[in-house]
């Protein structure tokens, strides 16, 4: 069945310093990915997503782009802050199916000092 | 602006009691969803409803019933708790269940069964 892999947190970085977090997915049919994001005590919130193979996602500098061909959905941003401290889970979709819901990955923690 | 409003915000149960968990939202959204998120493992659907009049099982729905009592609510219940359905609960809805739309969460529900 469909997948979600993200690397094992949790993460640890300083301000300003580069993040990525590895995503790759296994599905049958062409999913929609998804990066979710979690602050502490909440519930999740969308972060970017991508339709279709190339796409690129992006939103708050955070960016992520859709790769068929290495089946991957990597989120990156090139400088961090403490409000970036949350976990993240990546998603995919493959609404060519009956049910349409999403598959999360496990989700990876993210700590930024300051 | 609620959003997706889920009560009680925390619960604490002994093994074989009851409860409902409520989910509203706002957006008139078609599909609903409850998850659980538990350490490590993400989050697993439980339930879903694609449509108003419609529920249909997820991932992991043994134990667990639904009502989808009209287009703005869809509760969760537990007919007799046990202690492995120790977690956060998460309502989201979307509009529709195709998978390309996103989901908007609750701010979730912690249970304890002791």
């Known amino acids: 069945g469909d997948s979600v892999t993200q690397m094992e947190g949790p993460v640890t970085l300083s301000e300003e310093a580069c993040l990525t977090i590895n995503c790759t997915y296994t599905a049958t049919g062409y999913p929609s990915l998804f990066w979710y994001v979690q602050y502490p005590g909440e519930g999740l919130q969308l972060l970017l997503k991508a339709t279709k193979a190339d796409d690129k996602g992006s939103n708050k500098g955070f960016e992520a782009t859709y790769r068929k061909e290495t089946t991957s959905f990597h989120l990156e941003k090139g400088s961090v802050q403490v409000s970036d401290s949350a976990v993240y889970f990546c998603?995919?979709?493959?609404?060519?199916?009956?049910?349409?819901?999403?598959?999360f990955g496990k989700g990876t923690k993210l700590s930024v000092k300051p | 602006n609620a959003g997706v409003t889920q009560t009680p915000k925390f619960q604490v149960l002994k093994t074989g009691q009851s409860m409902t968990l409520q989910c509203a939202q706002d957006m008139n959204h078609n599909s609903m969803y409850w998850y659980r998120q538990d350490p490590g493992m993400g989050l697993r659907l439980i339930y879903y409803?694609?449509?108003?009049?419609?529920?249909d099982k997820g991932e992991v729905p043994n134990g667990y019933n639904v009502s989808r009592l009209n287009k703005r609510e869809f509760s969760l219940r537990l007919e007799s708790a046990a202690p492995s359905q120790t977690s956060v609960y998460f309502c989201?809805?979307?509009?529709?269940?195709?998978?390309?739309?996103?989901?908007?969460f609750g701010n979730g529900t912690r249970l304890t069964v002791t």
């Open positions: 989201a809805s979307s509009e529709t269940a195709n998978g390309a739309s996103p989901l908007h």
């Open positions: 409803s694609a449509s108003e009049g419609t529920t």
């Open positions: 998603a995919l979709s493959d609404y060519g199916g009956s049910q349409g819901n999403l598959i």
